[in-house]
């Protein structure tokens, strides 16, 4: 098991000491069982971007607006556990790096809560709910110890921004790889495994959609385990950070209980939460601003009995105190982190309400898979021109060109006929084939400002700004399904009566309609909007890269003379 560093019992960690030609020139097969990692991923995001919402309302039993606010709600706990997992990250020291012991610990308590979430127990409806908020926490959570530290290994396999733009593309190449298995493979597997062996009135044959879904889970769980031990056999941590002094627990906690900006943070965030899940209701909005006055009141009251913290005069310290005031003063991760929230919430947004759309909207989900797999093959198509188009337009100018050419994309979804099924494939390849690079390009971002923080702030905090980065996303998804769940109680949507699909009104149709369009359309605009104030360019990047090399090489010469 990994150990984690105290200031009592361990001494700094060594000096970067990278192979400038390994870094700079990673082996396919590396690149490759890299990317696996994310196909495993991938088996539960997409699972979850694509079915989950519809496995809560139409399988497991609850109603849309209970499983928008159960989605809503657990990303509280969230808020606390990703930054966790990424501080744990960054002070593990174990023989096999800071980041691989968590996908080899990891992988299968991911496999068993995520077969656990797709179970349908024989409980009360307000029983199902409880187990719906239990084990959908502890999936996430799970999937929080395995992917932040996967999404962190990228930014410490190789100092070379370009070759990290190469790994990121081998990564989403692959994780498209997985969706495709997921789009194609999930709604066949769930009608074999839940085959009844009769047939109904009409000569269909009777399925057991929950029977169903739990055992394709259980594949895909399985299949990821298998995955994730090969990422982490054959995957290379390459850099290391800067020689630290080594962080104490106790000031690390003592900054927790203490900062009032902290405790700000946290505090808006959880209230905004609750009046997001009330639909904003007046009722609530006195209990809210009584216990916001009354936390932060605390807050002051804690923050004056202990007194003023002492800042480390030591450059090369590294506290939580430090990693978090970094962070909130790191404007390339605060852009990104924009970015991040707007285009989950658009790609769950739509994800959510697609299967709903076929259903009722086209009239056949039939249609499902292959449109999905269709987007899939399109945006590898576009992720194999990632790198040259980003030589030539440079990360920034690429991601905003092709997320406003997607957004224009899926905005014309609205003005396509349920007739014609022909131009709404048409449309999804080419809005999908220029989504494309924007993944591969946006990881590779938040690797290059892993840099600039230890550029700006000359301490590496790479696990902390990953599981920001992470819960950001997270938090992106959760209110883009929760939007969905809330949207298909808003529209009037009708569930399935004793697995009997119901006819849905004008209004229900035309608010699906919207979904899958105008919805995502305007968030991706918004993601767009965001990246104009990114600052890193190539010109600052290979700056970066100067200074760090110059820097380290400095300490090296100095701890050995």
């Known amino acids: 098991m990994p150990q984690l560093s105290d200031a009592k019992n361990s001494t700094a960690p060594p000096i970067t000491q990278v192979d400038l030609g390994t870094a700079n020139s990673l082996r396919w097969t590396e690149k490759v069982a890299y990317g696996l990692g994310d196909t495993a991923s991938n088996f539960y995001w997409k699972f979850f971007e694509y079915f989950l919402l519809y496995f809560y309302t139409d399988v497991f039993g609850i109603s849309s607006r209970a499983a928008g606010n159960m989605l809503l709600i657990t990303k509280i706990w969230d808020a606390i556990n990703d930054p966790v997992f990424g501080y744990l990250a960054d002070r593990t020291k174990s023989s096999w790096g800071r980041f691989r012991p968590y996908i080899f610990w990891g992988s299968v308590p991911l496999a068993i809560t995520a077969m656990c979430t797709f179970f349908v127990p024989d409980l009360s409806l307000s029983g199902k709910l409880v187990y719906a908020y239990i084990t959908y926490t502890l999936v996430m959570m799970a999937y929080t110890a395995v992917n932040i530290p996967y999404g962190a290994l990228m930014g410490v396999i190789t100092p070379n921004s370009l070759e990290r733009t190469s790994v990121s593309t081998y990564r989403f190449v692959l994780a498209f790889t997985g969706g495709i298995l997921i789009q194609t493979l999930t709604l066949p597997l769930v009608r074999w495994f839940g085959y009844t062996g009769m047939v109904n009135a009409t000569g269909e044959p009777i399925v057991n959609q929950a029977a169903g879904f739990f055992w394709t889970m259980a594949v895909f769980a399985i299949a990821s385990v298998a995955l994730f031990l090969i990422t982490f056999a054959t995957c290379r941590e390459r850099v290391q950070p800067i020689a630290q002094s080594p962080t104490s627990f106790r000031e690390d906690f003592r900054f927790l209980i203490t900062s009032i900006k902290l405790h700000q943070i946290a505090l808006l965030g959880v209230l905004f939460l609750i009046a997001l899940s009330t639909g904003f209701s007046p009722r609530v909005w006195p ?55 707007f285009q989950l919430m658009a790609a769950f947004v739509r994800g959510g309400a697609l299967l709903y759309y076929f259903t009722y909207y086209i009239g056949d989900k039939s249609y499902v898979s292959l449109f999905l797999v269709t987007g899939s093959v399109a945006a590898i198509s576009g992720m194999m021109l990632t790198r040259p188009l980003t030589n030539w337009l440079g990360k920034k100018h690429l991601m905003i060109f092709m997320n406003v050419i997607t957004a224009v994309c899926t905005a014309l979804f609205f003005f396509v006929s349920p007739q014609q099924i022909y131009l709404l494939f048409v449309l999804q390849a080419l809005g999908s084939f220029c989504s494309g690079p924007s993944p591969v390009l946006l990881w590779a971002m938040y690797a290059d400002v892993a840099d600039y923080s230890e550029w700006r702030f000359k301490r590496r905090a790479t696990g902390l700004i990953f599981s920001a980065a992470t819960f950001s996303q997270k938090f992106g998804v959760a209110l883009g399904a929760a939007f969905a769940g809330w949207a298909l109680d808003w529209i009037g949507y009708q569930p399935p009566v004793d697995g009997v699909e119901m006819a849905q009104s004008d209004f229900t149709l035309i608010g699906l309609n919207v979904l899958i369009s105008l919805v995502p359309a305007g968030l991706m605009l918004a993601a767009a909007a965001t990246l104009l104030a990114y600052p890193i360019n190539q010109t600052l990047l290979q700056e970066i890269a100067t200074d760090l090399h110059q820097r380290n090489s400095a300490e090296e010469n100095r701890l050995t003379s």
Do not use: H, K, M
């Open 287 to 341: 209990w809210l601003l009584l216990t916001y006055g009354l936390l932060s009141a605390l807050s002051f009251l804690i923050a004056f009995i202990n007194g003023s913290r002492a800042q480390p005069q030591d450059d090369l310290a590294s506290t939580l105190e430090l990693d978090f005031n970094d962070l909130s003063r790191n404007v390339p991760w605060l852009v990104l982190f924009g970015f991040g929230l």
